[in-house]
């Protein structure tokens, strides 16, 4: 019995403390009201604390799982151009930046593009995630949006853009920064076209993202407490000398001095930019609700617009 009580039940009970505190790790999380919050209570309140209400950062799929009617949608593939071309070394390889990247996010790079239905109307959606370097705007992020924009001007259908950025890939230095003038041509195809171009704003959005197709969008969105600027907060303070007010650079007060134009909640964006779409496709909301297959239907739309 010895040996069993010595070296057997430690054993066994070890094993079980493990998985116990494995367990809790991953159904427990923190918010910034630094409230515990339950996982479960969370992912129901569409990622928001049920706490203090902050938006909590979602990753591109769990933001098609909430946008998209019925979360239903199709992912479209978009071109991969060659990493790291400049070879760039800072404290680590860029390569090993974007292994690190790709394994915690399961995606090429940090824009993903899809199709799918909102409020029954055809559209192209994109979105960044966080994870991967920070949103960060490269190439690989210039093609995929490039690609999305394409695939609405084909379709002849509106494009949605879901913000998440620090700014431009500088890992990628003068090729990341190309990608404002290529995105803002794009978007110019899409007005030239007639097609409505929607951008929501999420936290955060700045830098060269916020400088280029981010607020190019017909109408501009963002969720609550957003942080949105270009520079950050301190830099600016310290170029003006003065004391700027604590909720500077919050959607809140971008939207009071003009910047933006609306500030939305989350578990209402679906059925609001259905709305928007419909007005700006000159659309009977009723008559959306009870069309099944739609495309011609946007497509006489577009055309009597334009
Ligand atoms: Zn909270």
Redesign the pocket.
């Known amino acids: 019995m010895n040996w069993i009580t010595k070296f057997i039940k430690p054993k066994i009970e070890s094993l079980f403390r493990k998985k116990t505190a494995d367990s809790e790790q991953v159904l427990w999380t923190t918010?910034?009201?630094?409230?515990l919050?339950y996982k479960e209570d969370l992912q129901k309140n569409f990622n928001c604390?049920?706490?203090?209400?902050?938006h909590h950062k979602l990753t591109c799929t769990e933001r098609f799982d909430l946008f998209f009617d019925n979360s239903d949608y199709e992912i479209i593939e978009t071109p991969s151009p060659n990493d790291d071309p400049l070879n760039f070394i800072d404290k680590k390889k860029y390569t090993d930046r974007l292994k690190s990247a790709r394994k915690i996010t399961n995606q090429e790079d940090a824009v993903a593009i899809a199709k799918g239905k909102i409020n029954n109307l055809n559209v192209i959606v994109g979105a960044q995630d966080f994870r991967f370097i920070g949103g960060s705007f490269g190439a690989a992020s210039g093609e995929a949006f490039i690609a999305g924009v394409q695939n609405a001007i084909d379709n002849k259908i509106p494009f949605i853009f879901f913000s998440c950025s620090g700014g431009q890939r500088m890992m990628e230095s003068s090729i990341a920064l190309m990608q404002m003038p290529r995105t803002a041509l794009a978007v110019s195809e899409l007005k030239k076209k007639n097609i409505p171009y929607v951008v929501v704003l999420t936290d955060p959005t700045t830098g060269g993202v916020t400088a280029s197709w981010a607020m190019l969008g017909d109408i501009l969105i963002a969720e609550p407490s957003a942080t949105i600027g270009f520079a950050g907060r301190r830099v600016i303070q310290d170029t003006v000398r003065e004391t700027l007010p604590d909720e500077f650079q919050t959607a809140e007060y971008v939207k009071e001095h003009g910047g933006i134009d609306l500030v939305i909640e989350r578990k209402y964006l679906n059925s609001t930019i259905g709305t928007l779409l419909n007005v700006l496709l000159k659309k009977p909301e009723t008559q959306a609700r009870s069309e099944s297959s739609d495309v011609p239907a946007i497509d006489k739309s577009l055309q009597s617009v334009s």
Do not use: L, M, T
Not at 31 to 35: A, G, P, S
Not at 49 to 54: I, L, Q, R, S, T
């Open positions: 918010c910034e009201c630094k409230n919050i604390c049920p706490k203090c209400g902050a």
